[in-house]
């Protein structure tokens, strides 16, 4: 009985094992650089324009008359942008405000990707943005 007992268990951890080992290889996802040799910037325009671009949109959409806004995000190696995320103490996107984002960021031009000698990696970029009742400026882009 001990015997069946050690077999079952065997043939069941080898199982989960595999399964595991089976996960880790298709589950691989590369780094995401915060420093690199050359920075990510948009492919049509400079970052100047681009950033205005997504304040103009984000202003007509949130009612945002003093806010310091974060966003941060990955450009993939393929120059899309994934992972984007809001940190701000003035503004606390719902999820619902979060995709609409996404979709305002996704609908413009690709990026060319940061690079790391002559090879494109994934990069994290940051766009800080503040937002007065008059006007709006960008005080930082990194």
């Known amino acids: 009985m001990k015997i069946i007992l050690l077999i079952i268990l065997n043939i069941v951890f080898s199982f989960q094992h595999s399964n595991a080992q089976k996960k880790s290889k298709k589950a691989k996802v590369e780094n995401v650089h915060m420093f690199v040799d050359e920075q990510p910037r948009p492919s049509q325009t400079d970052i100047t324009t681009w950033t205005h671009s997504v304040m103009d949109d984000i202003r007509s959409n949130w009612s945002l008359d003093s806010a310091d806004v974060k966003i941060s995000f990955v450009i993939e190696k ?20 979060l995709k609409k984002l996404t979709t305002i960021i996704n609908t413009r031009e690709k990026w060319l990707p940061g690079k790391l000698g002559k090879k494109g990696v994934r990069s994290r970029y940051f766009v800080n943005m503040k937002f007065h009742q008059t006007e709006t400026e960008i005080y930082e882009t990194i």
């Open 78 to 97: 393929n120059g899309t942008i994934s992972d984007i995320q809001v940190v701000s103490v003035d503004w606390k996107p719902t999820k619902t405000d």
